[in-house]
């Protein structure tokens, strides 16, 4: 018997269901790698923001009344 692609690639019928969840497992690992990348930049620029010196406020001049 000779072996064709169609024995070796076959694609397979998925069921409603199956393709559900194939869809959502991929949506949440999108989700996941996301809000992970989210996580880290933040957090750099939380540790950068530290990282500045504190500017000191100037002095506030009051209004002169005019009366």
Do not use: H, N, Y
């Not at 959502?24 to 957090?43: C, D, H, W, Y």
């Amino acid at each position: 018997m000779t072996e064709s692609k169609d024995t070796f690639f076959k694609p397979e019928k998925l069921s409603p269901q199956a393709k559900a969840e194939q869809t959502t497992s991929v949506a949440k690992g999108i989700l996941e790698s996301e809000a992970a990348a989210r996580q880290k930049k933040t957090e750099k620029l939380r540790a950068l923001r530290l990282a500045q010196p504190v500017p000191e406020a100037p002095a506030k001049k009051g209004k002169a009344k005019k009366g």
